[in-house]
């Protein structure tokens, strides 16, 4: 697991950029930590982009054009359109900001205690990281949810899908500093089995 610190002292955007050009991630961590933030710096590397926004509470464009960035940001409020704007999308890499937004508004559409929210979820999911994977990188930012199993934390994302995930990111905040800590993992979509 590889460390990055200090993020203010020097330019470590480029040097994050080059460690996660070429994969699929999932960045996470809790709420207001730096995720957006620390994705919208890393634009500049990335090529052209495309940013979906489902939170849209950040300033995004205005701070992507300041850093001239090539990226397009649209705002997206369901995982329907989310996947059909990345189909039409031609271009190195997309950012999904966050997975955890898109969720919420199944929510919002299906009603909190509805059974079908967890099924909707992971097939869109599903959906969604196949889509992504014609892109050079792609970026997944979802939240923390707490494990009450294990009395720790997990990734807000269906584990089933990170079987096409070959980077996860987990970025904290630690004594006021944020602290990125990079996972590679290895991508396994068709299991091979030997008897």
Known sequence: MTELKGFEKENKFEKFAEKIKGKKVVLYGPSWAGKTTLVVHTLPYLGATLYLDSDQNYPIPELAKKLNANVIVKPVNSFPMAIKIIKEFKGDTVVVDSLAG???QLYDKEGAGSPRVNLLSAQYQEQL????????TAIIVT???ADFRTGGERIRINQ???RYIDTIVKLDVI????????????????P???F
């Open 175 to 190: 004594n006021g500093k944020r602290v990125i800590k990079i996972q590679e993992r290895t991508v396994v979509e068709k």
């Open 129 to 136: 990281i196949r889509n992504c994977k014609k892109f050079k």
């Open 160 to 162: 089933a899908l990170l």
């Open 192 to 194: 091979d089995f030997e």
């Open 102 to 104: 898109l969720i919420s």
């Open 143 to 145: 939240h923390v949810g």
